[in-house]
């Protein structure tokens, strides 16, 4: 049986920042990763024509302190300070100015009736879906879900109002050009790392702890478990004895759901860098599209939600076929014959992810306090879905490593 003094489960930005921290500080670890790379769902992945496109997380956000960016500068890859897309106006001749300031506007009001709601609310210790401060029959309703569809991964009915303002974005958002799934994989180079291994048990009977994986087993003084909530809540044998506290965690703070498809454009110097627009502004259901990124000659579809979820359905054709729709409708049929697709992900088809970033079920903003907490100095947890105020990131999931990783170096010290 291979042994090691921790055993972290799971290789993406928790891991491999715990991992970082804890062999720093001398104490022997090991990552066990069920894929054959690091990263989880930060991925970087070049293009035909060696372009590196994030398919999953693109964006630091909260950059001014988010800790990967003097990580991203340490390793020499390039940081993109130019402001994201959506801070822009929408693509002149798609959505009339005049609109689309009304559309900010009641998109703000949103947010101040939520920030007022909450904190009546929790005063009483109570919590409500985030769509009940929807202004009913306001004409915005429906492109305010799909642009909280794209923040959560899922619609605002389901989400926790109090989790949603528990986030805490500075809202400075800057891009790593090399990637930043690329940056992250990279941090993780001098961790050592078991691939190809899905952890399918722990056993927290005996004295040591014994990592089930397909490889064999692996005994450890103590673990820092960093799945993705959608993986741990659908195994509840995972643990052993099992831990329903955990389990019920996750299960209330699921991933929710958010695809980005690239497509390959010809000509597409006619479009104006980093230009964007939404693919319908009358529906929840809708894309939202970023014209030549970085200059590239792309776009860059992004769906989320209860729409993502129909087009995985459908298979990679059925995201095509729908962009085509939603992009030639705005840009001319023209655009059809200058798009052809280049790389996706189906994160929700993902059996090591299940999804994208994680948001809380309405009454489940505490779980993450839950998810996060040790059990009797052995198991430590870890990952994006253990942050109060940076869930759902890749900085998020960072902290939360360094967190763990450094309860475990404090234990050393006793
Ligand atoms: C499309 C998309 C866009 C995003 N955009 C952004 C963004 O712009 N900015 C941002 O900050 N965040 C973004 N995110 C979210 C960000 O990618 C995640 O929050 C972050 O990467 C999560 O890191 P983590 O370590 O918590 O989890 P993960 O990266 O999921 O790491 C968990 C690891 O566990 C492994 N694993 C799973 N099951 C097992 C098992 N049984 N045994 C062993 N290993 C296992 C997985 O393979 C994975 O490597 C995005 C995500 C997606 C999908």
Redesign the pocket.
Same mark, same amino acid.
């Given at each position: 049986m291979t042994e090691t003094e921790v055993a972290i489960?799971? /290789? #993406?930005? *928790?891991?491999?920042?715990a991992g970082r921290r804890l062999s720093e500080a001398g104490v022997p670890c090991l990552i066990?990763?069920?894929?054959s790379?690091? /990263? #989880?769902? *930060?991925w970087t992945v070049a293009d035909a024509d060696g372009l590196p496109l994030?398919?999953?997380?693109?964006?630091?956000?909260s950059a001014d302190r988010?800790p990967w960016v003097a990580i991203v500068e340490a390793q020499g890859f390039t940081i993109d300070r130019t402001s994201p897309p959506w801070s822009r106006p929408s693509l002149p001749g798609v959505f009339a100015p005049g609109e689309q300031a009304e559309f900010n506007a009641a998109m703000g009001a949103f947010f101040e009736r939520l920030s007022a709601a909450v904190a009546k609310v929790n005063n009483l210790g109570k919590d409500m879906p985030a769509a009940a401060v929807l202004e009913p029959g306001n004409r915005w309703n429906n492109l305010i879900t799909a642009v909280g569809t794209y923040i959560s991964g899922t619609e605002l009915q389901n989400m926790s109002a109090l989790d949603f303002e528990l986030y805490d974005d500075s809202e400075i958002?800057w891009r790593v050009k090399e990637g930043?799934?690329a940056a992250?994989a990279a941090h993780g180079d001098n961790v050592p790392v078991l691939f190809d291994?899905?952890?399918?048990r722990i056993d927290h009977s005996g004295t040591r702890l014994k990592i089930v994986?397909a490889k064999g087993d692996i005994a450890a003084g103590k673990a820092i478990v960093?799945?993705?909530t959608n993986?741990l809540a659908e195994?509840v044998d995972f643990f052993a004895p099992a831990l329903p506290e955990k389990t019920r965690a996750a299960s209330r703070l699921p991933l929710g759901l958010?695809?980005?498809l690239f497509l390959h454009l010809d000509h597409a110097e006619e479009f104006e860098t980093g230009g964007r627009l939404f693919g319908n502004i009358e529906r929840a259901g809708t894309g939202t599209y970023h014209m030549r990124p970085f200059g590239r000659p792309l776009i860059e579809c992004?769906y989320a939600g209860q729409c993502a979820r129909d087009l995985e359905a459908g298979g990679e054709r059925a995201f095509f076929n729908f962009a085509v729709e939603e992009l030639t409708r705005h840009l001319g049929s023209g655009l059809a014959k200058r798009v052809r697709p280049s790389l996706m992900?189906s994160?929700g088809k993902d059996?090591?992810?299940r999804?994208?970033?994680?948001y809380a079920v309405p009454g489940a903003a505490s779980e993450r306090g839950i998810l996060a907490r040790p059990v009797d100095e052995r198991l430590f947890f870890?990952?994006?879905?253990?942050s109060t105020h940076d869930?759902?990131?890749?900085?998020?999931?960072?902290l939360?490593?360094i967190a763990a990783a450094e309860q475990i170096i404090a234990c050393q010290k006793f």
């Amino acid at each position: 049986m291979t042994e090691t003094e921790v055993a972290i489960i799971g /290789g #993406g930005a *928790a891991g491999i920042a715990a991992g970082r921290r804890l062999s720093e500080a001398g104490v022997p670890c090991l990552i066990i990763e069920a894929r054959s790379r690091l /990263g #989880g769902r *930060a991925w970087t992945v070049a293009d035909a024509d060696g372009l590196p496109l994030d398919l999953g997380c693109g964006w630091l956000h909260s950059a001014d302190r988010n800790p990967w960016v003097a990580i991203v500068e340490a390793q020499g890859f390039t940081i993109d300070r130019t402001s994201p897309p959506w801070s822009r106006p929408s693509l002149p001749g798609v959505f009339a100015p005049g609109e689309q300031a009304e559309f900010n506007a009641a998109m703000g009001a949103f947010f101040e009736r939520l920030s007022a709601a909450v904190a009546k609310v929790n005063n009483l210790g109570k919590d409500m879906p985030a769509a009940a401060v929807l202004e009913p029959g306001n004409r915005w309703n429906n492109l305010i879900t799909a642009v909280g569809t794209y923040i959560s991964g899922t619609e605002l009915q389901n989400m926790s109002a109090l989790d949603f303002e528990l986030y805490d974005d500075s809202e400075i958002n800057w891009r790593v050009k090399e990637g930043y799934g690329a940056a992250i994989a990279a941090h993780g180079d001098n961790v050592p790392v078991l691939f190809d291994s899905p952890v399918t048990r722990i056993d927290h009977s005996g004295t040591r702890l014994k990592i089930v994986t397909a490889k064999g087993d692996i005994a450890a003084g103590k673990a820092i478990v960093t799945l993705p909530t959608n993986v741990l809540a659908e195994r509840v044998d995972f643990f052993a004895p099992a831990l329903p506290e955990k389990t019920r965690a996750a299960s209330r703070l699921p991933l929710g759901l958010a695809d980005k498809l690239f497509l390959h454009l010809d000509h597409a110097e006619e479009f104006e860098t980093g230009g964007r627009l939404f693919g319908n502004i009358e529906r929840a259901g809708t894309g939202t599209y970023h014209m030549r990124p970085f200059g590239r000659p792309l776009i860059e579809c992004f769906y989320a939600g209860q729409c993502a979820r129909d087009l995985e359905a459908g298979g990679e054709r059925a995201f095509f076929n729908f962009a085509v729709e939603e992009l030639t409708r705005h840009l001319g049929s023209g655009l059809a014959k200058r798009v052809r697709p280049s790389l996706m992900h189906s994160w929700g088809k993902d059996p090591f992810a299940r999804g994208s970033y994680s948001y809380a079920v309405p009454g489940a903003a505490s779980e993450r306090g839950i998810l996060a907490r040790p059990v009797d100095e052995r198991l430590f947890f870890a990952g994006e879905a253990c942050s109060t105020h940076d869930f759902s990131t890749a900085h998020g999931g960072y902290l939360t490593g360094i967190a763990a990783a450094e309860q475990i170096i404090a234990c050393q010290k006793f």
